[in-house]
């Protein structure tokens, strides 16, 4: 007996709803937006400089303890978050450990030894034991740098998809890709926004994966259109498309699926450095998965596409037996 | 499709055997490691001890032994982005100059009547002459000293610009010289910061020029980025000094060629030193922690031939005089020059202990960076903390490995077996590649691992669900297959294409962990499509042929 996610022959119509599904992304883009510029990202020293000292202490954690042995060094900007494994939380353990963020120091670039040296001191004093397991500190100079480079290798990404797929496809699909796309990136940004999940370097290589894995799916999907779009020249556009996405249906699933299961595990498992990481990456397989059905096909849908192959029909099935090989 | 000549079923199962035989090492990571350590130090000292050569010998030599290295997030230590203020170097280049300038435009004293350095800027070289209608005659002398600069982009210009304003003559550095001179500070402070991270002796350091004035330092194993500044930006800059007298009063007036440095020990005197050093640092050769006649710790010096040189034409045109030993800025002794001292080695003493003296020694010999340095960006990382990312994405993996492989058998049957077995050559295809390569393995790194797995099924997928499909229309096993994997075919392709786009852009783009993530997902993109479409086909091709079922499920 056969696991099976989606039964054999489905025949769904994925666009009798369109018109909520295509509205429910629209405002969730919206409020995404309204979310970024109301609360505004937790963005991680990397992209606004300052440093961030991990301790890790075998007395019970007391946030407003390492606040007020903090206050007198006069840092300024300073916010304690206790860290939480979820791997720990299984097994009851705990583990005492913290996050503090100080803002980048007047004067320096990264920061400096006498200012680290006071901090553990300070901390030091409530337990003698604590230790320091990670300093990350990085200077508003490369921060700046960072955010350049971070916008630029999105802005690529995307704009190398496009390409691609205009190559491949027609632009008719290249637009309706990229729009799902966006709709996945504004939409994880979104959650950021409204969840203050600290938002680093690794987020951004966590959303070209999204890139990459949502075309993924987008691109099974449009390949199978394009093949049927061949195969059923009689057929309307609307048909072809939920004929195809119905085709796919069980692997776009499985696919997700099985993606799912390995992140879910790094999620649960895998310490709290990459947590950040691996939840940006869980919501974009989501969203990914949704926006390749709903929003990719629905902007095809919306713009049509050119049915007359007979021109070149000749040449792209030659270009095709060349492929198949 | 489904037919395999024997040469290309070889090139497959070679792919696989080499990237298993590859990866093995990493099985054995602490092992391998001891052993590849032991066998560079025996090769270092020529001779073995009977320890080294049994963990040497623990791991087989016919066996490859490279390993996946661990990035720092993974092995804890130090990262630092360095930035040396090249600029500073323009400053005392205008000092060299100044003796030039001044011996050029005496010759011409006659003419010219006296002068005067004026010290408004550091990057430039200001002389005042007396008399200002003159000023063509002390330029055109000045202009005389330009030396052609000798580089690719800098051919037919000269190092210094020439100009005159009002009775001064001001003297620049031109762009061409400035570009070779910030080359020959960067190249010198890579040497430097080399050979100080070197003296710690940690274990593969990574010291790297990045841009045009930055340098990127990596120091597995160390405690902190703290310790790591301090290894590097100690300066130890030494140079002697004719002392021309002491004072008690810190803001005693003096001349323009003259400095006012404190005591090391009694930060009560002060010394009126003049301002250009007999010797710096520069010419120093070695130094060693040593004891003097009193049995006091101090440290030995040598000086280089033209070192000892100037050295000892001081020395025996000033008997008598009192000299200061200089370091950082303090004057650490200032003893009276009894004799001529040839040769150009001497003693510091002060107020040492054994341990300063072994310290101050290792940096004199290190030299000073020649401009200095500011930190961008640090980064520590505890062993601990390294210890349980590997755990944890160890943990990670095997739990994600084995349920993408019960849900593949579960879904897919048999087919989900074959599946599973291209599954576990491709991770092993991907440790082998990062073994080969020698890329470095982050904790991205393992997430683009596990990203991996769950996606390295996509491509067996696609064709399943094709194969199942094709059945519908019943053409008989054998045909269904060979449908199924041509007609997934594009599917596969572009899908995967695109997403290797992405991992390229990250790899251009991305540095330290980021990076990582990026090669093992494109290494993963590579691999995957290559077990599906190859070692996958292949296997269904085989129990095809031994099996020929009637009817297939999949």
Same mark, same amino acid.
């Given at each position: 007996m056969r696991l099976k996610m989606v039964p054999s022959d489905t025949k769904l119509d994925f666009f009798s709803v369109s018109m909520i599904t295509f509205g429910a992304s629209v405002l969730a883009m919206i409020a995404s937006v309204v979310m970024f510029f109301m609360m505004g990202l937790n963005y991680g020293i990397d992209f606004r400089g300052g440093t961030t000292i991990r301790t890790d202490s075998q007395i019970t954690l007391d946030v407003g303890a390492y606040r007020a042995a903090l206050a007198p060094l006069n840092l300024g900007d300073i916010t304690i978050t206790e860290v939480i494994d979820p791997a720990a939380q299984l097994t009851g353990e705990v583990t005492n450990v913290a996050q503090i963020r100080i803002q980048a120091q007047e004067g320096a670039e990264s920061v400096t030894n006498e200012v680290i040296t006071k901090i553990k001191a300070a901390l030091n004093a409530i337990d003698p034991l604590m230790t320091f397991p990670q300093v990350d500190s990085v200077g508003p100079k490369v921060s700046g740098e960072l955010i350049q480079t971070a916008v630029i290798a999105v802005v690529l990404a995307i704009s190398a998809v496009l390409f691609y797929i205009w190559l491949r496809f027609e632009w008719q699909f290249s637009v309706g890709a990229v729009a799902a796309l966006v709709h996945d990136i504004v939409l994880t940004i979104g959650v950021f926004a409204v969840l203050q999940i600290k938002f680093d370097l690794a987020i951004i290589a966590a959303l070209l994966t999204i890139v990459g894995y949502s075309l993924n799916d987008t691109v099974v999907v449009f390949d199978r259109v394009r093949e049927n779009l061949r195969k059923y020249k009689k057929l309307e556009l609307k048909q072809v498309l939920n004929l195809s996405i119905n085709e796919t249906l069980s692997r776009t699933v499985m696919t997700s699926v099985t993606t799912l299961i390995a992140l879910i595990s790094l999620f649960v498992l895998g310490g709290d450095v990459i947590h950040g990481f691996v939840f940006a990456m869980i919501w974009g397989v989501v969203v990914g998965t949704y926006s390749s059905v709903f929003i990719a096909s629905t902007i095809l849908l919306r713009l049509g596409v050119k049915r007359d192959w007979s021109k070149e029909a000749a040449k792209a099935s030659g270009q095709y037996a060349n492929i198949d090989a | 499709m489904l037919q395999f000549s024997l040469w290309?079923?070889?090139?497959?199962?070679?792919?696989?055997?080499?990237?298993?035989?590859?990866?093995?090492?990493?099985?054995?990571?602490?092992?391998?490691?001891? +052993?590849?350590?032991?066998?560079?130090?025996?090769?270092?000292?020529?001779?073995?001890?009977?320890?080294?050569?049994?963990?040497?010998?623990?791991?087989?030599?016919?066996?490859? +032994?490279?390993?996946?290295?661990?990035?720092?997030?993974?092995?804890?230590?130090?990262?630092?982005?360095?930035?040396?203020?090249?600029?500073?170097?323009?400053?005392?280049?205008?000092? !060299?100059?100044?003796?030039?300038?001044?011996?050029?435009?005496?010759?011409?004293?006659?003419?010219?009547?006296?002068?005067?350095?004026?010290?408004?800027?550091?990057?430039?070289?200001?002389?005042?002459?007396?008399?200002? +209608?003159?000023?063509?005659?002390?330029?055109?002398?000045?202009?005389?000293?330009?030396?052609?600069?000798?580089?690719?982009?800098?051919?037919?210009?000269?190092?210094?610009?020439?100009?005159?304003?009002?009775?001064?003559?001001?003297?620049?550095?031109?762009?061409?010289?400035?570009?070779?001179?910030?080359?020959?500070?960067?190249?010198?402070?890579?040497?430097?910061?080399?050979?100080?991270?070197?003296?710690?002796?940690?274990?593969?350091?990574?010291?790297?020029?990045? !841009?045009?004035?930055?340098?990127?330092?990596?120091?597995?194993?160390?405690?902190?980025?703290?310790?790591? %500044?301090?290894?590097?930006?100690?300066?130890?800059?030494?140079?002697?000094?004719?002392?021309?007298?002491?004072? !008690?009063?810190?803001?005693?007036?003096?001349?323009?060629?003259?400095?006012?440095?404190?005591?090391?020990?009694? %930060?009560?005197?002060?010394?009126?030193?003049? %301002?250009?050093?007999?010797?710096?640092?520069?010419?120093? @050769?070695?130094?060693?922690?040593?004891?003097?006649?009193?049995?006091?710790?101090?440290?030995?010096?040598?000086?280089?031939?033209?070192?000892?040189?100037?050295?000892?034409?001081?020395?025996?045109?000033?008997? !008598?005089?009192?000299?200061?030993?200089?370091?950082?800025?303090?004057?650490?002794?200032?003893?009276?020059?009894?004799?001529?001292?040839?040769?150009?080695?001497?003693?510091?003493?002060?107020?040492?202990?054994?341990?300063?003296?072994?310290?101050?020694?290792?940096?004199?010999?290190?030299?000073?960076?020649?401009?200095?340095?500011?930190?961008?960006?640090?980064? @520590?990382?505890?062993?601990?903390?390294g210890q349980d990312s590997i755990d944890a994405g160890r943990i990670a993996s095997m739990i994600a490995f084995a349920a993408v492989l019960v849900f593949m058998v579960a879904s897919y049957g048999l087919f989900g077996l074959f599946a599973n077995i291209a599954l576990i050559i491709n991770v092993a295809l991907i440790f082998g590649l990062l073994s080969a390569i020698g890329a470095t393995l982050t904790l991205p790194g393992i997430a683009g691992i596990v990203l991996t797995i769950g996606m390295a099924v996509d491509a067996n997928v696609l064709v399943f669900e094709r194969i199942r499909e094709e059945l519908k229309t019943a053409k008989g096993p054998a045909r269904a297959i060979e449908l199924g994997y041509e007609r997934a075919f594009s599917a596969i392709i572009d899908a995967n294409i695109t997403t290797l786009i992405a991992a390229v852009i990250l790899f251009i783009m991305g540095s330290g962990p980021v990076r990582g993530f990026s090669i093992t997902l494109g290494l993963g993109i590579i691999t995957s499509v290559f077990t599906a479409i190859w070692v996958t086909r292949l296997l269904i091709s085989i129990w095809l042929g031994r099996t020929r079922p009637k009817t297939i499920e999949v």
């Open positions: - | 290309k079923k070889l090139l497959i199962w070679g792919v696989c055997a080499l990237g298993i035989l590859l990866a093995s090492p990493n099985l054995f990571y602490t092992k391998v490691e001891e +052993s590849n350590d032991a066998k560079a130090l025996i090769e270092l000292a020529g001779v073995a001890t009977p320890e080294q050569t049994a963990k040497a010998d623990a791991w087989p030599a016919f066996m490859p +032994s490279s390993l996946v290295n661990l990035g720092l997030d993974l092995r804890g230590g130090a990262h630092l982005l360095a930035e040396v203020q090249v600029g500073d170097v323009y400053a005392s280049r205008m000092d !060299g100059y100044w003796d030039e300038v001044k011996n050029a435009l005496r010759e011409e004293r006659a003419t010219i009547g006296g002068i005067r350095r004026q010290y408004d800027n550091p990057n430039e070289l200001r002389v005042r002459i007396a008399e200002a +209608s003159q000023i063509a005659v002390a330029v055109a002398k000045v202009v005389e000293m330009r030396r052609p600069v000798v580089s690719l982009s800098g051919a037919g210009s000269f190092d210094i610009n020439v100009t005159s304003e009002g009775a001064d003559v001001v003297v620049t550095l031109s762009e061409a010289e400035k570009i070779a001179t910030d080359k020959r500070t960067m190249d010198q402070s890579l040497e430097i910061i080399r050979r100080r991270v070197d003296e710690a002796g940690t274990r593969e350091p990574t010291i790297q020029r990045q !841009g045009t004035d930055r340098v990127l330092i990596q120091v597995p194993g160390i405690g902190s980025a703290e310790e790591l %500044k301090e290894l590097i930006g100690k300066t130890a800059k030494l140079t002697f000094h004719v002392v021309i007298g002491t004072t !008690g009063d810190e803001n005693a007036r003096l001349k323009s060629n003259q400095i006012l440095l404190p005591d090391q020990e009694d %930060k009560a005197v002060y010394y009126i030193l003049e %301002k250009t050093p007999v010797i710096t640092g520069d010419h120093l @050769t070695d130094a060693q922690p040593a004891f003097d006649q009193n049995n006091a710790a101090a440290v030995n010096f040598r000086l280089n031939t033209t070192g000892g040189r100037i050295f000892g034409e001081f020395t025996a045109n000033n008997i !008598g005089t009192l000299f200061a030993i200089v370091l950082d800025d303090e004057v650490v002794s200032a003893p009276r020059i009894n004799s001529h001292i040839p040769g150009g080695s001497g003693i510091i003493t002060g107020n040492f202990t054994i341990e300063s003296t072994t310290k101050l020694s290792i940096q004199l010999r290190a030299g000073a960076l020649p401009a200095k340095v500011i930190y961008l960006e640090e980064r @520590t990382i505890g062993p601990e903390l």
